[in-house]
């Protein structure tokens, strides 16, 4: 649900960012269970289906700047450029050998695997209180922030991360319809509004973002790859087996731990 008071400077902002604000999540999972994609990345608000026409009665259609937006939304972020460095958690997850997987099918058959894969990270980013940040070719960029989702952020985006795998038909019998691998990490990011007087976006920038990218890149087809400060940020098992990667660009080796679905 977009907010109207969206904080204008950077003190401000980062109390939103780390305020976890209940109405905001309500609105979100409320227009998460009417159909259908494509919807406002921060809202949640449909643009097709039968609920398209209840949200535009309240303001809310594809904004003429940035479609991934409802009107509103980006009003708002129009109108409150900036952001604030926080802690927050990143889930980066790609389609492994999608070019492999493009020269064997018609170029429409391979842009509607794409738009499935779409369709089904941005819901399952939304039932875990996270927030599509953008898609590039055939990867998904998430990020999860206290005021969206919780000081359990971390916990949160490995949750979407498994429950993607699992969305895409991992762990399935039959095998995935996709094969994808991901990312995440947990770490300090600016997080905020960014853009000119006609299009805007909701991103994250820095290191972690940058981290989170290799991770996922190194991740294999139904592997979920957790940097050390994510999974201790997680909660996850202290028993897990952890090992130490050397990703392209970064000057130390990063502790992780390789999920398997």
Known sequence: MANSQFPPDDDKWREYLTRPDDLVKFGRRVFTHIPSSPRCRMCGAPFAGPGAP???????????GNPNFCTSCEKNLLRHHGGAEVEGSMLFADIRGSTSLAEKMSPTAFAELIERFYRVATQTMFE????VDKFVGDELVAMFYPAVSGERHAERAVEAARALLHATGHGHPNGPWVRVGAGVHTGRAWFGAVGDDSHVELTALGDPVNTT????AAAKGGEIIVSGAAAD????????PRTSLTLKGKEAPVEVIVLRV
């Open 233 to 240: 940020a997680a909660g996850l098992d202290s028993s897990l």
């Open 54 to 64: 209840v949200m535009r009665l309240i303001g809310k259609r594809p904004s003429d």
């Open 213 to 216: 990218a290799r991770l996922a």
């Open 128 to 131: 875990h209180d996270g927030m």
